[in-house]
């Protein structure tokens, strides 16, 4: 989506993550842990991938922004990635490597 943002020279972008974890319905539907370490990491990787982009001189896009939806508005699904999300913006580049292995990793040993 960045790509054609840029193809297309826009300047703004809002990048809605509505399908996060639909393709993986049937292995998140009875593993809640799966599907919230899932939605989490989709959501820190595309502000990564936004925040790359928006530091690339030779792109035009100079916003964006990351919608996540959850299920229950203040409920514990969007506690979970909200919490994720302050933690990421508030880290030092190293930590927010390791936070995005680590939530790899943790997503690999629920899948094994």
Known sequence: MLDEAD???????ALPLLGTGY???QRTIDHA???????????????QG????????????KR?????????AQGEEEH?????????????PEQRELHIRTLLSSIGELCA
């Open 23 to 25: 393709a993986n319905i």
């Open 80 to 92: 979970e990635r909200w919490e994720a999300v302050t933690r990421f913006f508030g880290a030092r």
């Open 50 to 61: 936004f925040e790359d982009r928006l530091r690339d001189l030779a792109s035009p896009l």
């Open 33 to 47: 842990k799966l599907g919230s370490l899932l939605k989490q990491t989709v959501a820190l990787l595309a502000i």
């Open 7 to 13: 193809t297309q020279g826009l300047e703004s972008l």
């Open 64 to 72: 964006g922004v990351v919608v996540v939806y959850s299920r229950e």
